[in-house]
């Protein structure tokens, strides 16, 4: 605390990091690389935590941290560490940020917020503790940074769409459509909870509470597996998540939203596609040309209306400006360089970061409703 | 009857049509232009029919009927007509169809089959018994005969796409965007049986069903109206059908398809969108471009694949031999055009037209659940 | 003449056309068609000419004309006959084109022109004397009325795109890149007059000049036979005219364009590209997807700026109204039939039809001056 | 020199950097992560230097520099600076390059080479005489590592396109449209050289050279300024450079290509264009959309032709696979990583570089002819 009371933020702040994969690799290149474009307090990569001594070191030296570590209450409890961000599977979530937020250290966690309901809950209550003595909590939604839907919300809370009405959502890859693909800890539900609804659903139905800033009141949706045996170490296994999953919800607006996601639509890599058709305009967006995005505006006369393909490079567009010059495209990794801004400028600012722990939860409460839902019989002909 | 037994055409064939409006502009083209570009047996233009003489005598010149009339009954009794051509209102399909194939004419109608199952039943009965005599008939699923789609058709049915998985079919139209639209026919329960589901999800069902060759087993859907309530003569009047539905479908053979259809859809005037993910390979296809086809070759090495953009015009494409050079493309009206072509060699060979009543049958069924579906309860958060 | 001393148009107007291949394919659906969507002066299909009689009875009978003939002599002066459409081989064109003006006909001639100048020199006097007595003459630009290309015409010259500056006009095709394509008339200078230049650079220019109401004052241009030499009836024979040329060209009102043409662009079936550039606005058009204007609004924030797709089939859209609703699209056929309309209505208004004779030849001197342009040496390095 | 007279590469490579504007910023991105991604021997940033001690500090400070300095000339005399950037002015570049490499320095030189060719050929002469001594030296055409360009280069060297006929390069940006853009050092020919052509079209120019493997032998081009005169600091200025430039260029192998580069095409912001037509296959690219490399493969039955958008994210692309997985696109900046990567390892390897100054002279050579050429009257008509 200063003198007059208020929280200093130290300098520089000391981020620990848990889990070195893929999420480890990009949130590493954002921590590395955010100053460099915006104005957030200083910081430094102090340590990455990891299971195996010998390639967490080898991830460090590379990643940009300084240390490396394989106990990560040790970590959490250091004076130096003041930021702790959570790549390690999902079923760790609850324990380490749990822990680190009682600890005092700022928290970042990677979507989804918890592979179950109850650990969520846990993790809400003690982000509401944490927050009323200004430790703040995040949950890593990092396509709310994409500047093309950043900018898409924008227009549509300035009204530009008018009242929105349907929303059609998909998230489309295709790493499973081989059938030979084999069995791994992401198809048994035990360790993965679910398979596409939980790993790409939850991207699409906190997109869409975003763009519209409304919440999901209802659902209805349906479940399938497509590969229902894949080889394994001693041969074929069942699999037991689903490979594609479709929904339809309400949102408290008035709005209605489509859902489809699979990891076995061929030909598309990493296809997260957005439309929102509203009273006075629309948008679409496509994921694998972040930087577009395709907006209608119903004002012009009939005959001028046409969905225009807007590259999101401007000055004026949100993030855009500390890139480079218009037309120069930046790349997916930064959808967490801005999310780590995002969450530095709370902290130095003592407001509470979005999307939330109950953020998170709440997409949690969607998820489980469609697995609800899919126990209702469909009507046979 | 010849001589040896077997049925001879008349030559020409005499057509009469009833109904002058959207779809009888549209299959008088078709009448009129066939032969210039197919090997067809001779058809005459013979009488254009509708209630409103003087109208139809204005039609029927600028169509390029010989005759107009203004009672339907009489003109399927003559011996110059051997062609019903039915563009009037869907309550009144099963009637004309009836006595129109009882009198021995070759009967093609306009989608929807019927706004009752009952009716629809009705005019498969008939139509059975008249194929027994040789007398043919065909509801108007016009799309079947765009080429791309019929290419699709070929390419699936080929195996180029392995086993299909996931098929994705939206029909988006804005024509009631605008909430001050006023209230028609179109928008009563009674008078139109349903709103989006029955007019152009009709269209994304019967298709799936076209390019799979399989069939709807079970379906959970879901129906809106946006807009409660328009401007009447008498003021504001309640919308009783739906602006926009959507479903999931299972098909037989294993194939899970997710149907969206909208007439709020703002941009989009006439989108029927649809794409298709097999086990070795995709495609997609979007009517506003209704000469393209996206095809992705699942065989290609992986760094070269993606969706290739093929043009439909090559001599080698359905239907497409028949008119320009490639890349001379054309318009939405020659769905019209290979339908009758269809429906003429089909008469000529005295082999049965695909879609028969049968398979408008089926996709009445297929509607039917979807609203019977929707009466279920979602879950509710 | 009438009482008052006016023209009167004959009912209906007879027309004979002369050709029947591909340009007389198209121009047949024309007219067939037209007075089913506009509202144009009775005309009838009276007489096809060709030299072959029973290949042009054989076509007569398909395309919808009542009468085939073999010699255009007796044809054009046949007092049923008012117009004449001249589809046959461009080196015939000035001489039927001359004594059917003469002869006090309407005269429509598919372009280019001529194949020199001095005949095209000859038609435009013809045309001009013809002219002061009500007699109108036409050069089947049809491009001009893709109804995308007469709206774009009409936002320049609403002044929506500033001053026009910089323009890129392509046509490319691939007929020719296979090298064992063989040889034929279209491929000798001394029948084809030039090759992708004659054929297809003329619609760029004339479209060039159309859309921006401006005219070329100077060019520098290239030409290249990438296929020197192709299989003939005996043997390899040199290829003579041009597979591909460039030019730049200086328009008087300051704009400069590039125009870029090749029948060996593998994978480019028949797609005229168009690219303009203004102080405030800009706007592309591809004729593969000819119901599409891609329109770029300056006056827009730069926030906002995209090129937006028009779908061009709405009534206020040039032409469009006549069709369908918006978003079904027409075909490349009916840039005939919009044509054949505004010849009609200039010939019922005694009013002179564009592009005329004397916009035809200025296209040539362009086309001219680009082969002379070529001669001139280039810069070695 | 090791005890086996090979050389070695200290480590790590002490890098300097000259500049720290638009271009620095890009180089310094690359230097902070190159390590991260690839294996490559080790570097460290130790010196920024610039002429404004506290910007250059600031800058330094921000993208990751050890140190800052203000004289170059003492810089490239350290001993552990082992690597020279240079990102100063095309004035500057002779100069520093030369000092450097004299200094048994490696130099990377931003594009173009130098603003003459005088110039160009002194770097290029001690280039050679350094290469000698184990001294390497690039020019930064970073487009060569675009990796669907890489990719697009790689197809074009194993044949699948054939005989390379027609090239179609544009590249196209807007920031000099609007009129009232202020003069600049860049819009003065004695202090940028050219305008449109030496910025962007070099690009272009390299990039045919680049994906053909293949040299220009002769050009014909014309220059063109729209905006004579812009605001100065003291009213109007005259613009002496141009704002656009057209060429066709021969290649030595029998190709033909088409440049057309513009700073005024309102809506085009960073749009390269690259279009390859070869007789056995083609292929497109928009560097506003690098990620995707379109290629039409000739070898396939006609009616399966078409172009296919490759989205170059999968592991056998060009440098794609250190990156993330499939579908997850990469931004503009990575050009530049891959760059000092290519860099790095040929210094490690002890083998040349490309783009070397050789190849940036020949680059300069055809701009020179370009300019020359434009001298050449046009044909007037």
């Given at each position: 605390m200063s003198a007059a009371g208020e929280p200093t933020t130290p300098t520089p702040l000391g981020v620990a990091m848990i889990g070195y994969a893929f999420m480890g690799k990009a949130h590493s290149q954002a921590w590395r690389n955010v100053a460099a474009y915006f104005d957030v307090p200083a910081v430094e990569q102090r340590v990455l935590v990891g299971r195996d001594a010998e390639q967490v070191a080898q991830a460090a030296a590379r990643f940009g941290w300084a240390e490396a570590a394989t106990d990560w209450h040790e970590v959490i409890a250091r004076d130096d560490v003041h930021i702790v961000d959570i790549c390690a599977p999902g079923s760790l979530h609850a324990e380490i940020a749990v822990a680190a937020l009682e600890a005092g250290k700022h928290v970042l966690v990677e979507k989804p917020l918890a592979n179950s309901l109850a650990e969520s809950e846990r993790m809400v209550a003690a982000a509401r503790s944490a927050r009323e003595h200004g430790v703040q909590s995040m949950v890593g939604f990092n396509y709310r940074r994409v500047p093309a839907l950043a900018y898409a919300r924008r227009l549509i809370a300035d009204g530009r769409l008018g009242t929105i009405r349907q929303v059609r959502a998909s998230y489309l890859q295709d790493w499973l459509a081989d059938e030979s693909a084999p069995m791994t800890w992401r198809l048994r539900k035990e360790t993965a909870g679910s398979g596409a609804l939980g790993d790409i659903a939850s991207h699409a139905i906190d997109q869409i509470q975003f763009l519209l800033g409304d919440t999901v009141t209802d659902v209805s949706g349906r479940l399938h597996t497509f590969v229902g045996r894949r080889p394994g170490d001693g041969g074929l296994e069942n699999v037991t998540v689903d490979d594609a999953a479709w929904a339809t919800l309400s949102l408290s607006g008035g709005a209605l939203a489509s859902v489809e996601v699979s990891r076995v639509a061929l030909g598309r890599k990493n296809s997260l596609q957005i439309e929102v058709y509203g009273s006075r305009g629309a948008l679409t967006f496509d994921l694998e040309r972040l930087n577009e995005l395709q907006f209608l505006d119903g004002a012009a006369p009939d005959a001028e209306q046409g969905f225009r393909r807007i590259v999101v490079t401007e000055p004026d567009h949100p993030y855009a400006?500390?890139?480079?010059?218009?037309?120069?495209v930046i790349g997916w990794e930064h959808t967490f360089t801005h999310q780590i801004q995002d969450f530095l400028i709370c902290i130095r600012d003592g407001t509470a970061p979005s999307p939330s722990f109950e953020e998170g939860l709440q997409v949690q409460r969607v998820l489980a409703a469609i697995e609800q839902s899919d126990a209702a019989k469909s009507v046979r002909l």
């Open positions: 400006g500390a890139w480079w010059p218009p037309g120069h």
